[in-house]
């Protein structure tokens, strides 16, 4: 055995006289580990590996981490990863956010569009709502009047011929109601639907500025009220031209009613798809400045790409409409109808019963008007977004006009093709100045 300094005889040819011990060497040799000293035993073996606890067969292991996709952090947190881009907040300059609208927006944002600027829109509202009312209410009470003058006499005035109320009184104020709904009502959907467009990018205008806006689209807006009118009213008149043809030939009761229950539902189904498909048609014409047969025909090319869900959201909102008036105009029509029942035809009694039914349905139609003409107002809007991504021109304009600090009247050009740049929904820079 070699001390370490020499060769041993057992080396094998061609290696190196000088070679370590072998592992464990003697005490003295020069190749010990440092800080062993002579005589110090080896270390001990590592103990063997321990096999991990098993886990119950009931146990479920953890589920894996999940990495949300949209996370702007890496997949186990800390700093986002390179080359993140954090999406834009939606640009909200005023009543809507700036993209493709949803119900929630469309709804919120006509209830904002009240909000905005009340004393426009519920005033102009309030002063259409009771030309429409006045009418129906002195119609309502004259009518209360004499049953309650019928009812004071007993049951023995119920036995024969029921009251004779006139022809005027049961027909006229309903035909003059809805003779002075339709210009009313016209002309403010046009006015609202102008304040709107300003809305949009947070600006607001005076109730002399509307109507100056808005007074020259107003024959534009007779003629698609009216177009809207004839188209509903035509199939009507020929439904009852059949159902009074069928009943002079001395047809079965069977036949008239069936062939009564398929025109209904055929009438149903046609109005529906009337209204809804003409229901941009009113925004078309104010905004962007068309006549009534284009305003006809811009509304069927918007809404041909979404008919359903502009069907739903204007079925919504006229049921929405009709239960808010319900509820407001339901506790003054019974007051007023307990006046005129009770009064018997007084003079007294009948004009607190008309002004009681009146001051319910202005109130109602105060809120439902503008409520209405803004959802119609912001499904243009929406359909314009998503069928001509009108929603870049928006933005556009709305950083220009936060850069400028304030919304220009201008703004109200870019509702108009003809004077955007670059046509409608192409995305082309505006100058708000």
Request: a positive charge; hydrophobic letters at 45%; charged letters at 10%.
């Amino acid at each position: 055995m070699s001390d370490g300094h020499g060769s041993t005889p057992d080396t094998p040819p061609g290696w190196a006289p000088n070679q370590p011990p072998p592992y464990g060497d003697a005490p003295g040799s020069p190749w010990t580990a440092p800080g062993a000293g002579p005589g110090t035993p080896p270390a001990p073996p590592p103990p063997p590996p321990q096999s991990p606890p098993r886990r119950p067969q009931d146990e479920q292991p953890p589920p894996p981490y999940q990495h949300h996709p949209h996370s702007p952090y890496g997949p186990y947190g800390g700093q986002p990863p390179y080359g993140y881009r954090p999406q834009p907040p939606v640009l909200r300059p005023g009543i809507i956010p700036l993209r493709p609208l949803g119900l929630g927006d469309i709804l919120d944002g006509a209830i904002k569009l009240i909000r905005s600027n009340p004393k426009a829109v519920l005033g102009l509202s309030a002063i259409a709502a009771a030309l429409s009312a006045i009418p129906v209410a002195i119609g309502q009470a004259i009518t209360l009047g004499r049953m309650g003058t019928v009812l004071s006499r007993g049951p023995a005035a119920l036995e024969g011929s029921p009251p004779q109320v006139g022809f005027l009184a049961e027909y006229g104020a309903p035909l003059a109601s809805y003779a002075v709904q339709f210009v009313a009502v016209t002309m403010l959907t046009g006015v609202l639907t102008r304040i709107l467009g300003r809305a949009v990018f947070g600006g607001r205008m005076t109730v002399g500025e509307a109507w100056r806006l808005t007074r020259g689209r107003v024959p534009a807006l007779f003629g698609v009220v009216l177009a809207q009118v004839l188209l509903l009213l035509i199939p009507l008149a020929v439904a009852v031209g059949v159902i009074y043809t069928l009943v002079t030939v001395g047809a079965d009761i069977g036949v008239v009613v069936g062939v009564g229950v398929l025109l209904t539902l055929a009438l149903l189904a046609y109005s529906l798809s009337v209204a809804t498909v003409l229901a941009l048609a009113a925004p078309a014409t104010v905004l962007e400045r068309r006549g009534a047969i284009a305003s006809l025909s811009r509304s069927w090319h918007l809404v041909k790409g979404g008919f359903w869900r502009t069907l739903g959201i204007w079925l919504l909102t006229q049921i929405i409409a009709i239960l808010v008036a319900m509820v407001l105009s339901i506790p003054f029509t019974i007051a007023g109808g307990v006046v005129g029942v009770l009064g018997q035809e007084t003079v007294g009694s009948q004009i607190g019963a008309a002004v009681l039914i009146a001051i319910g349905g202005t109130i109602a139609a105060m809120i439902t008007y503008p409520f209405q003409a803004g959802v119609n107002g912001l499904l243009y809007a929406d359909r314009r977004m998503r069928a001509e991504a009108f929603d870049l021109v928006l933005q556009t304009a709305a950083i220009e006009q936060q850069r400028q600090g304030w919304v220009h009247a201008t703004a109200d050009d870019l509702w108009d093709p003809s004077a955007t740049p670059g046509g409608p929904g192409r995305g082309a820079p505006w100058s708000g100045s």
